[in-house]
């Protein structure tokens, strides 16, 4: 995680930002506590090897689609990571899409506004 994003993250846990008056829509908030202090290693691995794999990066209007290249990260581990991401995280929607043999799947990150500026961040284009 760098810096900025430390920072950025930690503002967001300073406070929740709710998107919608009628609250149909998730609140915007990071719990950087929300993955154990056992398990922030292996998260922090997990992180740095997704992002290592994406490959390329496709811009939606509320969020972005990450191709990922499957010799550099596991479907298992796609999927851990997804499991403690989606703790901290908990505004954001996951989509992974795999198509038979082909050693390549497609990450699908979105979520309510504001989201898409914290996905910027985590993932910067390749």
Known sequence: MTIATALFASILCGGVFVSAQD????????????????????????????????????????GYAFKLDGGAIGLKEVAEWISMERLCCPFLRF????????????????????????????????
């Open 23 to 62: 609250g149909s829509t998730p609140a915007l908030a990071c719990n950087l506590k929300a993955i154990a202090s056992a398990e922030r290693p292996r998260y922090n691995d997990l992180m740095k090897s997704l992002r290592a794999s994406v490959r390329e990066r496709t811009e939606h209007s509320s």
């Open 95 to 126: 989509e992974l899409s795999v198509s038979g043999y082909q050693a390549a799947w497609t990450l699908t990150l979105t979520g309510p506004l504001g989201a898409k500026a914290i996905l910027e961040e985590e993932f910067p284009a390749p």
